[in-house]
């Protein structure tokens, strides 16, 4: 700008300032030049024409203010379009380019730079070759940092260093911010969803980990959600021993409750073999930490530690909970069922759905009198549907493993491989189980290698208990479980068989990026010819590849290339795992690339399910990228549509999502009103009857399954619907990012298998193992649950359970009015006035102290009418309420949690000291006074929380025949 307003409306050209630089005195030229600088934003176009000579004059040497002139050039060629010659002018300008102006011309160039640097940074550690970098572009950036520094902006310096991967930087940022656990914090959450270099990622956790624990409090929490991310458990393993020695068993506990929810099992697995070698020095197990201290060193309080944190880190403490707190709370909409089951009459395609959709309403419940009551209607089902109505046991049963192989016995093969029942009952049995026992089997693992190794086993008994070795091993590496699958039931290329053991062996291998395996699975795709195969291993090798992004890069491009469309489906479902939660542009360039462009309609169909996966930790980003797309001539890029706004929006009930499916529910191709109907319940899963677009929901699903003239595909999509939208007894959802922000990897496993429902039915049993309860669940420090109360600060019709499906109401028939004779109408008047004198009579004598004979009548409506006036004042009273008290264990919302508190004068507090999580241990601040807790009751084996207990035995007696008679 000019130095004031005077010379501006005074001065109309640059002329006289560009004549001066022909003149021979360097001080006029540089007068010139510096005036130049002042009106360049004006009158550009006119000084480009010298711009040659202003360039001349940098490139002199004998020229003292050559720098002058380079910033000059830099504007000029910045306001020509030239940015790339307007950095590399500005960077020869050195100190004259002013990185404190806050301009568009320095505000552009300070962001090439850092691009740049970033860019050269990035290939270095990538082990690319990278070009010399331009002359003055570090110390640009060094600049930067420094302006940063010093104006206070702490987190914008932490996210430059991190993408110019300056560690440095980063932990000086962090230090003297004045607020570190913060900085750590946004640190940790940019890290997570940003940095797509996996080594660089690895490395802001490592330090992030080193200054948790410097601290004078260390973080221990979150320190081991940094280990947990970079795969060492030796290093967790030390942090539960110290913690174990300091006598801290609550936060100790607490750490092991949220490893179990966020580790794999091979990961949990080798922390626990760190523990037992600890506690037995002279035969230490391998995986122990190095420097931990034997067990047997410690007092027995720290030993009785030790074993609850085995049995958390087992699962069985949680699942118990977890089962208790479902069994507990459920509010499965019973009438809704079976009124499902009378409406779809004896269509074998609507039966399947009917069993599928209440499994998923009792979900975790331990609830199967649904199948009790209707065990002659169970029993039209036939071969597949046989093994479908016995695999959803296991969803109903998930997490029970106290009972699991009681109530499958009558299910699972018997001694020989074949049970009483067919191979189908056996097959479902084996699934069952392994829902069950999902991503915490290492107990049934050699069961079900048994069972697989028996001779003669059916193909269909060998789908089901692939599956179910599968989800039992899921993420443990184990080589032997691989290898059975790969060798018993893979290469003996039976179609049935081979499809779940590739399935099964991607579960094993889950997130190990195995090449050996990945080699293996991918060259027997190509050379079989069995598609049931094909499409099983491109599943397999995407769950390999599970969270490893850049890692998988090379494998999505070779399959991406393939010739076969089941291949390249497998490329998308890769992409899918491994930038999970990711949001990366380049990912999402590439999945809409092959959106639109792929000839076959199943890999476009899957590429826009992969959105949902990418974006689900931002899904406020994926209406607007869908958006054209649920408007495709395409009906399968429409059903993908539906199908990503579901997974990425589960539970949120979002208004713009359903906005852009409300359309699809109506299409035109049955297919897509199945996907939207499904979609709508994902994300209408646990709001409430006052969320706008719940009637609506309800409705869209009745009328689609009661319509006669609606396409079957359509009606298992409501079906389908009401069950997820009632899952676990409404009170569950399928989220795949947990309540902490991390990404939910048996949601995402599930999620992605039950896409495939598409091929294969019995597969959408496999939601069940996406679902997760919402519930907050208070444990003390010796892991019983006290009787306490939490307080949640909303109205309780905010958070309510909707209403249950009211059973119909009876209309009175409309009596047809019968013709009466005069004769006969005369006769009747005359009898109905004697019997009015005689009843007068009789209540004039009834008559005592003043009271009328019908008091007691108007008493009773006087008591109805009181009842209906205490009603009304109740839900006046709910709603009124600004608050209400929850009980422990407690159904909490995602959204609710914010609002949820103990009492902060109360006697406990959670040890966290960051609120409520699923298992959430408390701190007793008055641990002398006793404590009343809730006892853990194991959940009927049949009939669940819904059934009556079973009669006692009755006591030994004699028979006396003579008291027959």
């Known amino acids: 700008s000019i130095s004031g307003p005077l010379e501006m409306a005074a001065l109309t050209s640059a002329g006289g300032f560009l004549a001066l630089l022909d003149e021979p005195e360097d001080s006029l030229k540089l007068y010139a030049l510096e005036q130049l600088n002042e009106v360049v934003g004006v009158f550009w176009a006119e000084i480009w024409d010298k711009l040659e000579q202003i360039e001349i004059l940098y490139e002199d040497e004998s020229f003292p203010h050559r720098k002058v002139a380079a910033l000059v050039a830099s504007k000029v060629n910045f306001h020509m379009g030239a940015v790339t010659d307007s950095m590399n002018y500005a960077l020869y300008a050195g100190e004259q380019f002013d990185v404190n102006a806050h301009t568009e011309y320095v505000h552009t160039i300070i962001a090439m730079c850092i691009d740049t640097y970033a860019q050269r940074q990035q290939q270095l550690a990538t082990g690319q070759t990278a070009s010399d970098p331009p002359a003055g572009l570090l110390e640009v950036v060094e600049r930067m940092f420094d302006r940063c520094f010093n104006a206070g902006e702490y987190k914008q310096a932490a996210g430059i260093a991190m993408e110019t991967h300056r560690l440095d930087v980063l932990e000086r940022a962090i230090q003297t911010s ?72 609550a936060m100790a506990y ?32 391998e995986g122990a930490a190095e420097g931990t201290a034997p067990v047997e060193q410690l007092e027995p309080p720290a030993k009785e530690m030790v074993t609850k944190i085995l049995t958390i880190l087992s699962g069985d403490l949680t699942l118990a909970l977890s089962v208790e707190f479902l069994s507990r709370n459920n509010h499965a909409d019973k009438l809704l069922i079976s009124n499902i089951k009378d409406s779809v009459g004896r269509n074998s395609i609507t039966h399947n759905a009917t069993v599928t959709a209440n499994a998923m309403m009792y979900a975790g419940t331990t609830s199967d009198v649904f199948l009790d009551d209707n065990r002659e209607w169970l029993k039209s089902a036939n071969n597949w549907a046989l093994f479908n109505a016995a695999a959803s046991l296991g969803v109903i049963h998930q997490g029970h493993t106290a009972e699991a192989r009681n109530v499958l016995e009558p299910y699972l093969p018997k001694d020989g491989g074949v049970g009483a029942d067919g191979p189908h009952v056996d097959g479902g049995g084996l699934f069952a189980l392994g829902l069950i026992y999902a991503n915490h089997g290492a107990e049934v693992t050699d069961y079900f290698l048994q069972r697989l190794r028996e001779p003669q086993l059916s193909e269909v008994t060998q789908h089901g208990g692939c599956l179910g070795l599968g989800l039992a091993s899921m993420g ?21 068989a081979g499809e779940a053991a590739g399935i099964g062996m991607g579960l094993v291998m889950l997130g190990s990026a195995s090449d050996e395996a990945l080699t293996f699975m991918t060259t027997y795709a190509r050379e079989t010819q069995h598609e049931k195969i094909i499409r099983g291993l491109a599943l397999g090798v995407a769950l390999i590849m599970y969270g490893r992004q850049e890692q998988a890069d090379g494998h999505i491009a070779a399959l991406s290339e393939d010739k076969d469309h089941i291949l390249r489906m497998g490329a998308v479902h890769m992409i899918a795992t491994a930038y999970v939660g990711t949001g990366e542009n380049r990912i999402i360039k590439k999945l809409l690339h092959i959106a639109v462009s792929d000839v076959s309609d199943d890999v476009r169909r899957c590429a826009v399910t992969a959105l949902g996966f990418v974006l689900c930790r931002t899904p406020e980003q994926l209406p607007s990228t869908v958006n054209l797309l649920s408007e495709s001539f395409n009906p399968n890029v429409r059903y993908g549509t539906c199908m990503a706004l579901g997974i990425a929006f589960s539970g949120s009930g979002n208004a713009e999502a359903l906005a ?35 009637k609506y929901a309800k409705e869209a699903f009745t009328s689609t399954m009661l319509d006669k003239h609606e396409d079957v595909l359509a009606k298992v999509g409501a079906i389908y619907a009401q069950g997820i939208m009632n899952a676990g007894g409404q009170n569950v959802t399928t989220r795949l990012v947990n309540a902490k922000g991390h990404i939910r990897m048996q949601s995402v496993v599930g999620t992605l298998v039950f896409t495939q429902f598409w091929f294969w039915f019995p597969l959408s049993n496999f939601l069940s193992i996406a679902m997760s309860p919402t519930a907050v669940i208070c444990l003390n420090k010796d892991l019983k649950m006290p009787k306490i109360e939490l307080k949640s600060n909303a109205p309780p019709s905010k958070f309510a359970y909707p209403p249950a499906t009211e059973p119909p109401k009876e209309k009175s028939k409309d009596k047809v009015e019968t013709a ?19 009843a007068k009579k009789d209540d004039d004598a009834m008559e005592v102290e003043g009271q009328p004979a019908d008091a007691a009548a108007t008493d009773a409506e006087m008591t109805d009418a009181s009842k209906e006036d205490k009603a009304t004042e109740e839900k ?6 600004t608050f209400m008290m929850l009980s422990n264990p407690a159904r909490v919302l995602k959204d609710q949690m914010s609002v949820v508190e103990l009492d902060a004068d109360g ?28 006892e853990i009751k194991p959940p009927a084996s049949a009939g669940g929380s819904d059934g009556a207990a079973e009669a006692p035995c009755p006591e030994p007696f004699q028979f006396d025949e003579s008291l027959e008679d």
Do not use: W
């Open 178 to 249: 004045g607020d570190p656990i913060g900085m750590m914090q946004y640190s940790f959450g940019i890290a997570m969803s940003l940095i797509s270099n996996r080594g660089f990622r690895d490395s802001i956790l490592t330090l992030l980990a080193r200054l948790y624990s410097e601290m004078p409090q260390p973080d221990y929490f979150k320190m081991c959600q940094c280990f947990i991310y970079l795969e060492n458990a030796e290093a967790t393993t030390k942090v539960i021993m110290s913690l174990v020695s300091a006598g801290k068993e």
């Open 907 to 934: 006697r406990y507090r959670p040890v966290s000291g960051r609120g409520f999580g699923f298992v959430t241990v408390l701190d007793d601040n008055t641990p002398d006074e006793p404590e009343e807790f809730i």
């Open 820 to 838: 009466v004779l005069s004769i006969t109408s005369k006769a009747k008047a005359a009898k109905a006035k004697e019997e009015k004198e005689k």
């Open 876 to 881: 006046a009273a709910d709603e009124k309420a």
């Open 476 to 496: 443990s590496a184990r080589e032997d479980v691989f290898n059975q699958m790969r060798d018993n039931h893979l290469v003996c290329e039976s179609a049935v």
């Open 254 to 285: 607490q750490l092991a409750f949220d490893l179990f929810d966020s580790a794999t099992q091979q990961f949990l697995a080798v922390v626990s073999d760190g523990l037992k070698a600890a506690s037995d020095p002279k035969a230490p197990e």
């Open 660 to 694: 852009l499916l409300e359309p699809l529910v109506k299409d035109s191709v049955a297919f897509v009103r199945q996907g939207a109907l499904i979609a709508v319940a994902m994300i209408m899963m646990q709001q409430t009857a006052e969320h706008p677009k719940y």
